[in-house]
């Protein structure tokens, strides 16, 4: 092998993952508990290297086609394996040998047409046994249940399932369930079911009849529940049945999506007679090939003695516009006491017929096609006399105050449920029946309630309505349901004094506080989930400081979730955490509000002390200066000096300062802000004017120019314009004795300029005079 190869084959081998390695059990997901699901992962095997921690294990839906002896061996805690089409033809005998502790095993929609029972052999505590949809034929030639003496649930069958033998359910004593599908069967050996004492609920899936009264024969002693699924009975005929002295157990029959005629719906209830303890008859998605022929006489003596209910779910008549008015059977109804006729086309209810159903204390109509005249018609005078529940959900009825009316004669009447009609609104007074406890109004429309509602009312449900309020009294109210509305708020609870259970969640409800529960008296359960709570610091602190909320409100804390704000959207109420900010905004504002007062007093004393106000004037003098062109040309110059001084040494300036330089040879020309300033003009520009058009500043310095303002701006502005530039422009005079201790600090600039430049001093004796004169002129002439 190459070098080249040798490199490729193990680059191969490094990156290939191992079989058993931990890549080997992606397919399954397994939880704390032991919950393992393998579903629809096209595993073709049982993933290897299982723990004994498994307790559930669901494989169904892939291709595994066979489970070895050693696949489950690690299993020894498991519970329930669920096997279901997943391709599977074979399983080794002692496949299930370590399952001790199982008890759900679902093999169904498989490929098995071989059972064995050496499978069960070591399952003792196995409770449910699902075998549907294989293709085996036969149950074996030996006992395959004999070993599970703990189950109480079998499925068996399929479409090839065409054989029950005697021995096949030998070793089963009692079962909850027995569900057989045998659409196909032909040979049914008699007593094969005989053999189980006890059967809670028979379902039968049998296309075909022949063997029926046979197998009736052989359960009639032990089946509680006795299903009929999928059989054509149009050719059905009842003879007498082989039986002895059995007593019957069968209490309820029901027939799903079975097909009947005139004659073989005689002769199934002469095959029902035989049950001589059957209180229910069942008919759901069948389809009755008649039209009601029948005497009465006969139906009288194959009728139930002792059948209290009838339910009839679906029931597809095809010629039912040809139907008897079946008023041959009318004497027959007079020891039923619960009707369900529900989604069936029904649209009329004959009076007579309602006045001989004496004993009928419920009757369901739900999803008929009745009518409020019609409902009129059925509910006569002494039609319904002992009724005293009534389902009329999702029929054809539209104001709310007929169906009260017609219903006045049903003086037992205590429950009605009239819900997902389209009422849209109700009257404001309405008739009821007196003893009216329970009204169903959900799914109606309605936008308002009104005292159309009974006062007697015990439990009211106007669920997934249109209503934004409910301010009705209702005094003897023990229930409201009011979910899916427009509440924004719980209702007033002195308006509901005996309240017990409200449920009010789905409406717009943003939060509710311990004020609006202490006004319901009698409230012992609360559920207000689903709403778009706003998770304010009140309702919050609310809810999670009561430790037994959770006793009241029943669905809390899980389907308490915050709308807002959006820090906390979707976090549950209980959760959730809101800032200082949030909580105490008063108090912040308050106490944000008082530090900024102490701050502009602080400032304003620091400003007051530290002179801050001037300053401030100064920097906008400043930056109006800054914004003036530069010095004037050469040429621009009118004046010798500006004199820049006190208003309190003006004699000074005037009389001396004035008189010696303006009347010497040759004069000198002097600005003086008093007499050469411009009226109108602000002062700052004419100090900058006057500066830049004169060859000196000549500053006058005393105590007064020192606390003069304005001679500080004079001075600023001469160093702004004339110091920045280098030149000895400013002349300084002192005019008297300044300590620098009393300069203020401020006058930072002044400071310097007598730190950093020569002046001249004023002399006190005369003699000394005239020299301070002539060196005055020199430096203005320099």
Same mark, same amino acid.
């Given at each position: ?36 699901? @393998? ?9 290897? @290297? ?49 399952? @001790? ?281 002494? @039609? ?399």
């Amino acid at each position: 092998m190459s070098h080249a190869l040798w490199i490729t084959w193990l680059l191969g081998v490094m990156i290939s993952p191992s079989k058993e390695g931990p890549l080997a059990q992606a397919p399954l997901s397994c939880d704390p508990a032991g919950v393992c699901d @393998g579903r629809s992962r096209s595993l073709s095997s049982i993933p290897s @290297g299982l723990p004994a921690s498994v307790k559930r294990l669901d494989l169904s839906n892939n291709k595994i086609t066979a489970v070895g002896h050693s696949d489950l061996q690690s299993c020894v805690n498991l519970k329930a394996l669920v096997l279901r089409s997943s391709g599977i033809h074979t399983i080794e005998e002692e496949a299930f040998l370590s399952l @001790g502790s199982l008890e759900y095993l679902d093999l169904s929609e498989n490929r098995l047409s071989n059972l064995s029972s050496s499978w069960f052999r070591h399952l003792p505590t196995l409770k449910f046994l699902n075998l549907l949809g294989n293709s085996y034929q036969t149950l074996g030639e030996t006992p395959l249940f004999s070993h599970l003496t703990s189950l109480r649930v079998l499925r068996i069958g399929n479409d090839h399932f065409t054989r029950m033998q005697k021995t096949d359910f030998a070793g089963l004593s009692f079962l909850d369930e027995l569900q057989i599908e045998a659409p196909n069967l032909q040979n049914y050996k008699a007593q094969s079911l005989k053999s189980i004492q006890r059967i809670g609920h028979l379902v039968l899936r049998m296309r075909r009849h022949d063997s029926l009264l046979e197998i009736f024969a052989d359960v009639l002693g032990s089946v509680e529940h006795l299903e009929l699924g999928d059989t054509n009975l149009n050719t059905f005929s009842c003879s007498e049945l082989p039986i002895g002295d059995t007593n019957p157990l069968i209490t309820k029959f029901t027939f799903r999506n079975v097909h009947m005629t005139d004659k073989s719906f005689r002769d199934v209830l002469k095959f029902a007679s035989y049950a001589s303890e059957l209180l229910e008859l069942e008919f759901e998605d069948c389809t009755y090939n008649g039209i009601g022929d029948f005497q009465g006489s006969e139906i009288q003596e194959a009728y139930p003695k002792k059948g209290e209910t009838l339910t009839i779910r679906r029931v597809h008549i095809p010629n039912f516009y040809l139907f008897y008015d079946l008023s041959s059977i009318y004497s027959l109804m007079g020891r039923v006491k619960r009707i369900t006729l529900e989604n069936s086309k029904v649209f009329l209810v004959p009076c007579l017929l309602s006045q001989h159903l004496k004993s009928l204390e419920y009757l369901d109509l739900s999803e008929n096609l009745m009518v409020e005249e019609n409902l009129g018609n059925a509910a006569c005078e002494g @039609g319904w006399p002992s009724l005293q529940t009534l389902i009329l959900r999702k029929n054809h009825f539209v104001e709310i105050g007929k169906v009260g009316a017609v219903l006045l004669t049903l003086h037992n009447l205590t429950r009605l449920d009239i819900s997902r009609n389209g009422f849209h609104s109700m009257p404001e007074i309405c008739q009821w029946p007196e003893k009216m406890r329970y009204l169903n109004l959900s799914s109606t429309q309605i936008d308002k309630l009104t005292n159309c509602i009974p006062q007697t009312l015990e439990i009211l449900d106007v669920s997934y309505n249109n209503l934004n309020s409910l301010s009705l009294p209702l005094p003897q109210l023990k229930e409201l349901y009011i979910s899916g509305n427009k509440l924004k708020t719980l209702p007033d609870g002195s308006r509901l004094p005996t309240l017990q259970v409200l449920k009010i969640s789905r409406n717009v409800i943003s939060a509710f506080s311990q004020e609006e529960l202490d006004t319901f008296p009698s409230l012992k359960t609360l559920e207000a989930g689903g709403n778009n709570f706003i998770c304010s610091c009140d309702f919050v602190t609310f809810a999670q400081a009561q430790p037994t909320l959770d006793q009241v409100l029943s669905d809390w804390p899980a389907r308490y979730l915050c709308d807002s704000p959006a820090h906390v959207r979707g976090q549950r109420v209980q959760d959730a955490r809101l800032s200082v900010a949030e909580c105490h905004r008063a108090a912040l504002v308050s106490v944000v509000c008082c530090a900024l007062v102490l701050l502009l007093l602080l400032l304003a004393v620091l400003c007051h002390r530290l002179h801050g106000l001037w300053y401030l004037r100064m920097i906008w003098a400043w930056l109006h200066a800054k914004r003036k062109p530069r010095r004037a040309p050469r040429g621009d110059i009118c004046y010798d000096a500006f004199v820049s001084y006190s208003e309190r040494d003006s004699y000074w300036v005037e009389e001396l300062l004035v008189q010696e330089l303006e009347h010497a040879e040759p004069p000198f020309r002097l600005c003086l802000h008093k007499r050469d300033f411009v009226p109108g003009k602000w002062i700052i520009d004419n100090i900058i004017d006057c500066i830049e058009k004169s060859h000196k500043t000549v500053f006058v310095l005393s105590e007064n120019f020192v606390k003069s303002e304005w001679c500080k701006y004079e001075l600023d502005f001469s160093h702004f314009r004339l110091f920045d530039e280098n030149n000895d422009a400013a002349i300084l005079v002192l005019l008297e004795p300044i300590e620098k201790k009393a300069i203020p600090q401020r006058f930072c600039k002044l400071r310097k300029v007598m730190n950093t430049r020569t002046y001249l001093e004023w002399p006190a004796e005369e003699a000394q005079r005239q020299g301070f004169w002539d060196n005055l002129r020199a430096a203005i002439k320099a």
